[in-house]
């Protein structure tokens, strides 16, 4: 056998590849899984949208090698969403580079910036991916905490206190994941005065903004972000559209040109019709994201009282496609519990600590699953922890 290369000892399969792989395994026509750990939108996109897809994809000359930087009219589409949901101002033949999903622009970033040995600042709890990419480009991932008695907010004043000298990058999150924070105005401001006091990028990743949160923000509004701040975004959440892999990242030119060096060499460009479809999608009025918040509302409730026949504590307006709960004391490991919940139950939720040691009190229920699924959901658990369990005094200690 050829051995992998040394980068791989840095990493290991992401959590989620491993953990569904089991869930599948599980899945059975009698009895069928029910996944509330995963945010993957179940819902479609909008008619236009799809049709745009269809109409374009019929056609004959569409489906050749496409420009690396995406046509016109997305770049177009991105900077008219950016005005109408931010405020802020791009060019869109300058400061807009589309991608194959955000999760690539992590990467492409990392390999764009970082060097070995540089520090990537990188929140806890957070997104893995910004660890993982950081040790395969060779940087050095420096955990910064999000702490639960400060509503998950970053401790602007305590960071910087500290030797900040070799970073490079920091990896931000608002409305983050999986806590559901969000980040004021003059948080925002003081991210950007410290990334430029240090002489370093702060990239915000961005994609549940519109998802039940009714103060969207961009990095990019605040005032001297442009030379700092890069900002990443995608259709996933917003739009139903995860698995056809459409983001971007936004920021100044010299940034945006970095980027665009390493993912000219590793793709061909996006399928021209699927361009087409996401201009469409970007088009979507206020009634669109109406609807949708108004479906995640209703699921809200009742994955409230899931976490609340399980004995979990959480903030009951926490907006994004998640809700971030505490588990109870008698608890001895998160990852243990949820696993029994899931062979006790085939109901599947994401423990914390895959997120970072601060998650590790935690658990992530995800809104992905119709109220009918959640309900029938609730009623498992509800089973499982009285037959199960029986008469305990404290139906959640295992």
Known sequence: MIPAANRLSQVEEYYFSRKLAEVRRLDAPTWRTINLGIGSPDLAPSPATVQALVRSAEKDDQHGYQNYKGIPALREAIRGFYERTYRVSLDPETMILPLMGSKEGIFHISMAFVNP??????PDPGYPTYGSATRLVGGSAR????DESRNWSIDVKALAQQDLSRVKLMWINFPHMPTGCIA????????VELARKHHFLIVNDNPYSLIMNETPMSILAVRGAEDVAMELNSLSKSHNMAGWR???VAGMKEHIDAVLNVKSNLDSGMFLSMQHAAVEALAAGPAWYDALNNVYRARRKVAHRILDALGCHYDRD?????VWARVP?????VEEWVDQILHGTRVFLAPGNIFGRKGDRHLRLSLCATEQKMEEAL????????????????PNHL
């Open 143 to 146: 955990p910064y905490t999000m």
């Open 184 to 191: 004021s105005l003059q948080e925002m401001l003081e991210l």
């Open 379 to 394: 009623a498992r658990i509800r089973h499982w922890q009285t037959s199960v369990i029986g008469k305990s005094q404290n």
């Open 117 to 122: 040995g540089d520090e990537v600042l990188i």
């Open 329 to 333: 004391m008698e608890i001895s490991s």
């Open 318 to 322: 926490q907006p994004g496609l998640f």
């Open 246 to 248: 459409i983001g971007w």
